[in-house]
């Protein structure tokens, strides 16, 4: 894909605004029938778009083959048409224009525009879904990190409904490339995800009385209870953290960067390490980690030799893994956060109880995504309570973090409302 | 090992330090090997951490045949403990880097400052100062050069390296009356904008060459200032700049290209005469831009001969092929109370006989929409 100037941009805008005039008059049912078909295809490992990734994204964004497969095959798991419909029930109701006599109307955008960020595939799936769904034509900013799958929905999206696919354009330029971006950011509604430096920069050129819907970049742990830690339950909770955290090489926002114990005996957290380690080297051999920048592999190294130091100074600090191996687990001797250089870097906090755990973690609260939470029992509720009214936008079980449902309220919002206007009609 | 081998090491490094410095200084690579061996044989048992942090790689005086083998320390180490080679209540001095109180700072404990200091003056004279070693003059000038400072005086930041090295060379080079009237021009945290003018605008009617040292983020202050003032200055003749440091934290932050373009518009010091230096805390030896000690070789930082610089290859540990970028790996012998071999934050390059720093690159957020991790730290107060 070329490289468009700030007319190209524009141009494309105009065409998904034109298109759009045909989708809006278009009833949502038929819409969501045309993106189920979508879904429920890319369900489908053999289908072209799956083949297209498999063949393209590893190169394009770093990850292994095995890694791309076992990612999509995860995460699309629950995303079939009726989950969709589901969300489009669930958040907008009879306003959905499903019945005649609703008294609120909820519509799309006349356009919108979105700037992708990161190389995870599902979240650029839905991230177009989501505008078609409500109505809106939507013209796409690829990442630099990741060129191909918003093409590939695209297409795929032109495949089993040409109408729908006209109402999608994918576009691609560098980031410094300001009246570029302006003419993308003129879309009626835009949709940016990225670190607080790029929301807030987009966020001071968007023209008043735009929308602006905003993803920042997120951070989710693990929180594992007595249960969980017994011997005999011990090797499965670490399977299934070590898959939340080998899918998408930990870079993603739903990979836990580290993992609490709760639990009155400290050495809990050492047994559980161990145990993990093993469970990322069994990983590595299914689910190889990908590319790593010199830069994020420095990072890494420093990293697991700044804890070795930490040992060899006499305090409870135990580091798991060779210096060449692609995965590293440190048991820590403390709740205290540290850096995280993410590629399978995963540190062991010990916490003696909720409360004290959830004093840990208020300070990352604000930028809190998934927890996975296991081993508390009859507990269990009010675990995953405590971690909600902290701000967790989702508490799953280990195993489960990247595969979130498709009504995830991802930042804890909604998937469609923020792409739409609301009008209450109080007639008569 | 007693504390007399301590002392025998350490007179052999200073005995190397004091030797006259030259242009073409050899690295005499057998000496640095033997000496980086016994330095190590010795933190390896006397400092304690290290010792096993070694023991646990393999690494040990049995096992490592060269001064490569010996293992380096992260230097976020010396933010997590005291890395000495000596009793605690040995330590006369403690030099801290940077930081905030969001951050943890790295401290570098010493028993002696004499390693530290005599390292300090051959490096600076060689890479800074060469018409000192070739006994020629400074440009067309017979006038002593001036040395001004952008940068505290140590007695305002005693635990601030780079204010005792700039102290050391400030009393070292008047001591041999190398340099005409110099001193600092920063007090109290602040640019003093009009002795710093005042003093270049003496030294010009003298025709006396300067050297302008200092911090990048300072230069760019006073530059900034020249620039509001419309001033330009034409130098004397023989003037030169070493500035270091980076701008971490710092409003506003400059290109090293463009932080050259401006101190040739607004000082008439051409960027060839501008040197950078490459130091840590942590470390007692400096690295220095070879502009002026071999004028119209590419440029470079050249190591003095007892410190070394190595570049590894993060993933495998091994050394980076030639002009590869690798992690910075430091040897550096001045460090005998402490550790000598750490790895620095910053990825280089070799050229040549000498590296270029290549800085540190963000590199794990760029692929996932995962918190990067210096910014989930950022918002979690003191650590």
């Known amino acids: 894909?070329?490289?468009?100037?700030?007319?190209?941009?524009a141009a494309a805008l105009t065409r998904v605004r034109h298109a759009g005039v045909a989708l809006r008059a278009r009833s949502r049912a038929q819409i969501l029938d045309s993106?189920?078909?979508?879904?429920?295809?890319?369900?489908?490992?053999?289908s072209k778009a799956r083949l297209s990734l498999d063949l393209a994204l590893p190169e394009a964004t770093g990850f292994s083959r095995e890694v791309v497969r076992a990612g999509l095959a995860h995460a699309l798991e629950g995303w079939t048409g009726d989950a969709l419909r589901a969300v489009v029930q669930r958040e907008l109701g009879k306003s959905a224009g499903v019945g005649e006599d609703e008294c609120t109307f909820a519509g799309g955008f006349e356009t919108t525009s979105v700037l992708l960020a990161g190389a995870l595939p599902s979240p650029t799936l839905l991230a177009i879904l989501a505008p078609l769904a409500v109505g809106s034509p939507v013209l796409v900013r690829t990442s630099s990190s990741d060129p191909v799958t918003a093409r590939v929905v695209a297409a795929s999206i032109a495949e089993v409904d040409p109408g729908l696919g006209a109402c999608v354009e994918v576009v691609r330029f560098p980031a410094g490339d300001l009246a570029a971006l302006d003419a993308l950011l003129s879309a009626d509604c835009v949709v940016a995800s990225g670190s607080d430096a790029t929301i807030g920069a987009i966020a001071a050129r968007i023209r008043p009385g735009r929308r602006l819907v905003a993803y920042g970049h997120r951070a989710s742990v693990a929180v594992v209870g007595p249960l969980a830690l017994t011997p005999s339950a011990l090797p499965e909770t670490c399977q299934r953290l070590a898959l939340d955290v080998a899918l998408w090489d930990q870079l993603g926002c739903l990979s836990p960067l580290a993992v609490y114990t709760v639990a009155a005996d400290r050495s809990a957290g050492g047994d559980l390490a161990a145990a993990l380690a093993s469970a990322l080297a069994e990983a590595e051999l299914r689910l190889p980690r990908g590319r790593i920048a010199i830069s994020a592999g420095a990072a890494f190294a420093r990293a697991r030799a700044e804890a070795e130091v930490r040992a060899a100074a006499g305090r409870s600090v135990a580091v798991y893994g060779s210096p060449r191996d692609p995965w590293c687990v440190v048991s820590e001797d403390s709740p205290e956060p540290r850096e995280a250089p993410l590629y399978r870097f995963v540190r062991i906090h010990p916490v003696a109880d909720l409360a004290a755990l959830s004093s840990e973690l208020g300070p990352l609260?604000?930028?809190?995504?998934?927890?996975?939470?296991?081993?508390?029992?009859?507990?269990?509720?009010?675990?995953a309570q405590r971690l909600a009214d902290l701000g967790a936008s989702r508490v799953c079980a280990p195993g489960r973090m990247q595969a979130p449902p498709l009504g995830w309220h991802h930042d804890g919002q909604g998937i469609l409302t923020p792409l739409c206007r609301f009008s209450d009609l109080e007639l008569d | 090992m007693s504390n007399s081998a301590?002392?025998?090491?350490?007179?052999?490094?200073?005995a190397w330090m004091r030797e006259p410095a030259s242009i073409a200084w050899p690295q005499e690579e057998e000496r640095f090997d033997r000496l980086a061996r016994e330095l190590f044989a010795f933190q390896f048992e006397r400092c304690a951490p290290y010792g096993r942090f070694c023991a646990r790689r393999g690494r040990t005086p049995a096992t490592v045949q060269s001064w490569r083998d010996v293992p380096p320390v992260p230097s976020g180490a010396f933010k997590e403990l005291a890395l000495r080679s000596f009793a605690p209540e040995a330590t006369v001095h403690v030099f801290r880097t940077s930081g905030t109180s969001a951050t943890r700072r790295g401290q570098l404990y010493l028993d002696t400052l004499a390693l530290y200091e005599a390292s300090v003056l051959p490096s600076f004279v060689v890479h800074v100062l060469p018409e000192l070693v070739r006994g020629s003059l400074f440009g067309q000038s017979a006038s002593r050069p001036r040395l001004r400072v952008l940068a505290p005086a140590p007695l305002e930041a005693p635990d601030s390296s780079l204010s005792h090295m700039f102290g050391v060379l400030l009393r070292e080079l008047a001591s041999k009356g190398a340099i005409g009237p110099s001193g600092f021009d920063v007090a109290g945290g602040e640019l003093r904008f009009e002795g710093w003018l005042s003093a270049l605008e003496d030294a010009m009617a003298h025709d006396a060459p300067l050297v302008l040292c200092g911090t990048a983020f300072a230069f760019v202050h006073a530059l900034d200032e020249l620039a509001r003032r419309g001033a330009r200055l034409a130098l004397p003749a023989g003037s030169r700049v070493m500035e270091t440091g980076g701008f971490k934290?710092?409003?506003r932050e400059l290109s090293r290209e463009a932080l050259y373009a401006l101190i040739e518009e607004r000082l008439s010091i051409a960027p060839a005469r501008v040197v950078n230096q490459y130091g840590m805390t942590e470390l007692a030896s400096q690295f220095h831009d070879s502009v002026l000690r071999f004028p119209g070789a590419p440029r470079r930082k050249l190591a003095p001969p007892w410190a070394r610089v190595r570049l590894v290859d993060p993933a495998?540990?091994?050394?980076?092929?030639?002009?590869?970028?690798?992690?910075?790996?430091?040897?550096?012998?001045?460090n005998t109370g402490s550790v000598c071999a750490v790895e620095t934050a910053d990825l280089g390059r070799s050229i040549g006989d000498g590296f270029e720093v290549i800085g540190r690159e963000p590199g794990a957020e760029a692929r996932g929409c995962s918190l990067a991790a210096d910014e989930m730290l950022t918002g979690l107060g003191p650590a």
């Open chain 2, 249 to 251: 934290g710092r409003a």
């Open chain 1, 35 to 46: 993106l189920a078909q979508v879904l429920d295809r890319w369900r489908d490992p053999t």
């Open chain 1, 1 to 9: 894909m070329s490289t468009a100037s700030a007319e190209n941009v």
């Open chain 1, 365 to 383: 609260a604000p930028s809190l995504a998934a927890v996975a939470v296991s081993g508390f029992g009859t507990d269990s509720r009010s675990a």
């Open chain 2, 316 to 334: 495998t540990g091994d050394e980076a092929l030639p002009g590869e970028v690798g992690v910075i790996v430091i040897h550096d012998l001045g």
């Open chain 2, 6 to 14: 301590r002392a025998a090491l350490d007179a052999k490094v200073l």
